[in-house]
């Protein structure tokens, strides 16, 4: 016979169900997400239990989870084969919260709706989250391998206690039945039930089905037709979880498609890099260069970040702490275990875990675009003309990876042929002549005007390669990063032109000889033009030009002047 015992809750469970409540009220629609997960946890349960016995499958592998709904009766079903739940299991997974640590945390909550729902979801709202939109919940379940005699039925309105008893349950599994309130009516709606699926769980990896009526049929007036048709199983969510899937299982075209689908670009990606990391945290990327920058790239409030899911089920868009500033243009996917399925972005901005896998994915996006830039030059060559200064941010922001960055840069030279910027500075390097100990650059307002600087001459005429920086980031680029190689960078027009061991002692010999027979011509020129310069000098660096501008050594380059002129400055 069938014994009902009424239990309380655990005092922590019942502080936390009611605290829920008020605090999640806003954002009620989770209940669903969190059902669904464990009921996808469940599934996981048993499928690995099953590795080892095989009989808790009963005959039915087919692990699916059902949602039935029943406006009239104001309920929302949630059921699935899972591993299910005995007795023992029931009234401590649903009546207390093991969890260490809980009564300290209860105890910081403040009341404060919006300061205590941020704490709550750090903590993982779970099965109570139910009770945001139900005023009572039945729980039936039967653990896999046990008969149906032993079915149990939960049941509690969320208050003090809950009920508990067993009960005759055939299925394997769990299936909760959550009798809405007043205000909580909409969640008995197929079709938005349909809606909240599609965005939490369309890429779990477990099929989410719902009964759907069949489409009518008419008869010639064009009347429906009186049918009998029963309702069919229809599956409401993608139900794989791309990226879980292994590299070599996925073609070419559902990496693309999927991408079309989290990016809202409608073209084809340039390269992309998918992921599986396992360790002291584990957890799945799939990460994306677009082809064409967005028109908002140098918006700084643009949208920007990954989809962040936590064990395949979707937590938030535009999760921006996984990637710096500099790499925002890559699209994707970053898949947590670590994580709690409440996390939020202030969470996030806080968590070390989300520090090291930033790090880890930033190394990956650097590594992707070397691979490319070694072994694809032309998709590179457009990936460069997209973002190339977007890059350029990099060094200030991340100085760690400042030289791995400079790798992927490349400039415009005295030896390209083109307008392209195509030269790296690793090929710079390599070509610098004997006795050259710096990489030099001219900053200029565009490519013509930069080929054509008379800081150029003595540089042609020792054969050195001089970089031709156009871009408005340049000069602020150079300041911060400062060498590439060791060998340190230095602005063709800044200062008394120093060339080191490029200029033999010849050449040294005839500057001096050349200064001190023309003190006379300088002492008048500095005489006709006054305070308007800081000094004339007599130069080697031209050998066309009769004379030049240079700016101070410490100065601002002309470049950044302009710069900072344009800004209002
Ligand atoms: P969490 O999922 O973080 O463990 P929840 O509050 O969501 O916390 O769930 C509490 C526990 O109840 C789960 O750990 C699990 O043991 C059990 N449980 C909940 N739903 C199910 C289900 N559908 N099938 C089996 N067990 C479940
Ligand atoms: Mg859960």
């Known amino acids: 016979e069938a014994t009902k015992e009424t239990l309380g809750f655990q005092t922590e469970a019942k502080q936390l169900l009611q605290l829920m409540i008020h605090s999640l009220y806003s954002n009620r629609e989770?209940?669903?997400?969190?059902?669904?997960?464990?009921?996808?946890?469940?599934?996981?349960?048993?499928?690995?239990?099953?590795?080892?016995?095989?009989?808790?499958l009963e005959q039915d592998a087919d692990i699916k989870i059902r949602?039935?709904?029943?406006?009239?009766?104001?309920t929302i079903t949630i059921?699935?084969?899972?591993?299910?739940?005995?007795?023992?299991?029931?009234?401590?997974?649903?009546?207390?919260?093991?969890?260490?640590?809980?009564?300290?945390?209860?105890?910081k909550l403040s009341g404060d709706e919006s300061k205590d729902s941020q704490l709550i979801g750090q903590f993982g709202v779970g099965?109570?989250?139910?009770?945001?939109?139900?005023?009572?919940?039945?729980?039936?379940?039967?653990?896999?391998?046990?008969?149906?005699?032993?079915?149990?039925?939960?049941?509690?309105?969320?208050e003090a206690d809950f009920s508990i008893e067993s009960c005759e349950r055939a299925e394997r599994g769990t299936s909760i039945v959550l009798h809405l309130k007043e205000d909580a009516k909409e969640f008995a709606e197929g079709f938005r039930i349909r809606n909240i699926v599609k965005k939490y769980s369309d890429h779990i990896a477990l099929p989410v089905v719902m009964k759907s009526q069949p489409q009518p049929e008419y008869d010639d007036e064009g009347n429906a037709k009186e049918t009998t048709a029963e309702p069919v199983d229809e599956v409401v969510n993608n139900a794989t979880a791309l990226w879980t899937r292994s590299r070599s299982e996925v073609s070419d075209e559902e990496y693309n498609e999927f991408y079309k689908l989290i990016s809202h670009d409608f073209q084809e990606?340039?390269?992309?890099?998918?992921?599986?990391?396992?360790?002291?945290?584990?957890y799945s990327s799939l990460l994306y260069i677009p082809a064409k920058a967005p028109f908002d790239l140098?918006?700084?409030?643009?949208?920007?970040?990954?989809?962040?899911?936590?064990?395949?089920?979707?937590?938030?868009?535009?999760?921006?702490?996984?990637l710096p500033m500099y790499l925002r243009f890559i699209k994707g996917v970053v898949d947590s275990n670590d994580l709690s399925l409440n996390v939020s972005r202030e969470i996030l901005q806080q968590d070390p875990a989300v520090d090291s896998m930033k790090s880890a994915l930033t190394k990956r996006v650097l590594d992707m675009l070397s691979k490319m830039a070694k072994?694809?030059?032309?998709?590179?060559?457009?990936?460069?003309?997209?973002?190339?200064?977007?890059?350029?941010e990099g060094p200030a922001e991340d100085f760690n990876n400042r030289e791995k960055v400079a790798k992927l840069f490349r400039f415009s030279s005295t030896v390209s042929e083109g307008s392209a910027q195509d030269q790296s500075l690793e090929a710079y390097v390599e070509r610098m002549k004997e006795g050259q100990s710096k990489i030099y650059y001219v900053a200029a307002e565009n490519l013509t005007t930069a080929k054509n600087s008379p800081h150029l001459e003595v540089f042609r005429k020792k054969g050195v390669e001089v970089l031709l920086l156009t871009d408005r980031v340049d000069e602020w680029l150079m300041g911060h990063l400062v060498d590439f190689d060791g060998k340190q960078f230095e602005d063709v027009g800044k200062g008394a032109l120093d060339l080191g061991e490029l200029d033999s002692e010849e050449d040294k010999k005839a500057a001096e000889e050349l200064a001190s027979n023309n003190k006379d011509l300088v002492e008048r020129i500095q005489g006709a033009v006054g305070d308007k310069v800081e000094a004339v000098r007599v130069t080697s660096r031209l050998t066309d030009s009769p004379a030049c501008l240079v700016v101070g050594e410490a100065d601002m380059g002309a470049q950044m002047r302009r710069l900072l002129e344009q800004a209002g400055q």
């Open 269 to 282: 990606p340039l390269k992309w890099s998918h992921n599986k990391v396992e360790g002291k945290l584990e």
């Open 67 to 74: 949602i039935d709904h029943d406006a009239e009766a104001n």
């Open 127 to 158: 099965f109570y989250s139910a009770f945001i939109v139900a005023d009572k919940v039945d729980v039936y379940t039967r653990r896999a391998g046990s008969p149906a005699s032993e079915g149990v039925h939960w049941e509690s309105t969320g």
């Open 30 to 56: 989770i209940f669903l997400r969190e059902l669904i997960s464990n009921a996808s946890d469940a599934a996981d349960k048993l499928r690995f239990e099953s590795l080892k016995n095989a009989a808790l």
């Open 375 to 392: 072994n694809d030059e032309e998709a590179y060559g457009k990936f460069w003309a997209e973002f190339g200064q977007v890059l350029k």
């Open 298 to 322: 140098y918006n700084r409030d643009a949208d920007r970040g990954l989809k962040l899911y936590v064990q395949r089920t979707f937590i938030m868009d535009e999760a921006e702490q996984f």
């Open 79 to 107: 059921s699935d084969n899972g591993i299910g739940m005995n007795k023992d299991e029931v009234i401590s997974n649903l009546g207390t919260i093991a969890r260490s640590g809980t009564a300290e945390f209860i105890s």
